[in-house]
């Protein structure tokens, strides 16, 4: 994840917390939320999920003959 992307949560929350929209605890939880927002968008689980398939892949299969 880039700074940019690890600042955005971090404001987001400080600035809701600020205007007194949320309480500290709920600040927290949104900026927890917005960051697995941001990784589930970015596709940083994509890459393990792939070769985690393509592992598997490379198994022999003992079904086929």
Do not use: C, H
Request: charged share 15%.
């Amino acid at each position: 994840m880039s700074v940019s992307n690890a600042v955005l949560p971090e404001a987001i929350g400080d600035l809701f917390l600020l205007l007194d929209f949320l309480t500290e605890a709920n600040s927290q939880r949104l900026k927890f939320l917005i960051n697995i927002l941001l990784i589930l968008m970015t596709g940083s689980w994509l890459g393990t999920f792939v070769s985690a398939i393509k592992s598997d892949t490379k198994a022999p299969n003992k079904y086929i003959y």
